[in-house]
């Protein structure tokens, strides 16, 4: 399976490695819109102008846009869905219906398959609550996030005036969690839920209560949510807060029986010491799924709902059901 | 969709309870090879003879047969799947290629789509060793069963000579679930990964440790374990060892990075309050996804493995992207 990379930031890597370390994918390139003199590969892989992929049609079986939810991919998985099979990470809940309808239009009059937001949530988080609520009709799902940092709330606290750095940690909370398991179905706040830790680093002579007051009271981010701000050097921001984990979990409760009578509890979660790698390789599993489906003939848009495990899998279905049935 | 009980003992009772709680299904009838008359359903569902169940070809769209895996589906699966779509359980782990082969036969040669080995080992767990391995390809899984009932211990006890009655549970030992979820990948042995309780009613008279050496010393069921026997009164039996609980869990660590420095762990855990009632709740939506790959035109035999994901549940593909994905 041939590889492109459309993209080059902390998901396009991520993609880079998991490509290296798969047995049945070779990467073809890097393509970027920056300057390719300027972009280094971790692993010496071909840099490409981002306009030049078109002349790769035919020597490419995936293309995988690590590009941003927000501008890059609602253009992006459109355009290229119109030469090549390629895999996204859109994440913007409320748009994906939107963007499903787009490159669907596009993949299906070019004949290619385009899987859009593969990942984890979007992704295998989603799959999860299909699975639970399709066995388990008569209940309710829960999603917790975190451990984790959250990139966008770190990007809205660097915004702040006197803010150098910062990083936004996501954390469920554990009362909340033992309430959602116990079956009791609990209706719970946003407040309830998580809280945010923040890590930041100030201006010499900033006014660091303004800026925790700024942080705190900021609608959508944090003034829903019980927020602790602590101010840091940058050595240490660097030292201990460098990485990008995340994880979280998906519980559903439900009940079964003639009147009811029994719970269950099905949890999947996530433990993740870098969110950009393993949502690269998420995708990297949904490429292959894009290569097999086209080569069956299939087109058009699809999530990880439309595809069969087995799709994801290099193993053949003899030896998945002799091996992990 | 019109849903015909093949069988009906724990798991056909538990189908039942599914279908009478489902949106989008009905209960034809339940086939059994008593007489009719004898059998009581708990929704007053229809019973009939096994041997009837031909003539109701063309008025059932999915029959969920409820046979036991060493001697009964075997043979019925792929009988009946020469007139209908069927669903089940079978779950002989070393058996199921064998079986696959069978079923597809008859199931191709009639253009009927046959699900088998639906439930949550196989099935659930299964997906999630597969979800898992083609993510994170460089790792190691493990599952863990329990705390829960095992229904061939029980009865291994029982046929010892002065027992009258009993139930063993299976229990996870907690010190090799942290050593996994920790990613050192351990190698863990039978005894280490899971101990053996058992409560026995024994006969008045009988040599208690005698019946303990002859369990705890029992090869292939007790003898790689730690176990523990406790003689309890019948009575105790029937108030606190009544129910039919059981869970277990998935639990997959990997390695992503150039070096391979990032650990990730991911985990799908199952709290039953009943097995019966939710390896019945998947055998239902296995065959909501039976019924929709037939009526698109496939035949043959599928796993859990082949399903897509959208084709468990009763909502469109629209309405699951909107709230799910």
């Known amino acids: 399976m041939k590889i492109a990379i459309y993209g080059y930031g902390n998901l396009g890597k991520g993609v880079e490695c998991a490509v290296h370390n798969a047995c049945d994918a070779e990467l073809v390139g890097v393509f970027t819109r920056r300057d390719p003199e300027a972009v280094k590969t971790l692993t010496g892989a071909a840099v490409y102008k981002a306009d030049d992929l078109p002349k790769f049609k035919g020597k490419i079986d995936v293309v995988i846009i690590c590009g941003g939810s927000a501008t890059d991919l609602p253009k992006m998985t459109p355009a290229l869905a119109k030469d090549f099979c390629v895999v996204d990470s859109f994440d913007t809940h409320a748009k994906i219906p939107q963007h499903f309808e787009n490159v669907d239009e596009a993949a299906k009059a070019a004949g290619t398959v385009a899987v859009i937001s593969a990942g984890w949530d979007p992704g295998m988080f989603s799959i999860n609550r299909l699975y639970a609520s399709a066995i388990l009709p008569n209940g309710n799902d829960y999603t917790f996030w975190g451990r984790g940092v959250s990139q966008g709330h770190s990007d809205a606290i660097r915004r702040i005036e006197g803010v150098v750095d910062a990083r936004q940690y ?34 010499e002579g900033a006014d660091l209560e ?14 829903d949510y019980d927020t602790t701000v602590t101010f840091v050097t940058l050595e240490e921001l ?88």
Chains 1, 2 share one sequence.
């Open 170 to 203: 996501t954390v469920p909370v554990e009362e909340a969690l033992a309430k959602v398991r116990s079956g009791e179905n609990p209706t719970l706040t946003t407040r309830q839920k998580h809280t945010r830790e923040c890590f930041v680093v100030a201006e």
């Open 238 to 325: 660097r030292k201990n807060h460098s990485a990008l984990p995340h994880g979280g979990r998906v519980i559903r409760t439900g009940k079964t029986g003639l009147n009811n009578e029994n719970s269950h509890c099905i949890e999947y979660s996530l433990q993740l010491d870098s969110n950009p790698e393993f949502t690269a390789s998420v995708l990297l599993a949904c490429a292959r799924a894009a290569d097999k489906l086209c080569a069956r003939g299939e087109s058009g848009c699809k999530t990880m709902f439309d595809i069969a495990p087995a799709d994801l899998s290099d193993l053949s279905g003899a030896e998945l059901r002799k091996t992990m049935l």
């Open 210 to 223: 303004e800026i925790r007051r700024k942080i705190v009271e900021m609608p959508n981010y944090f003034a």
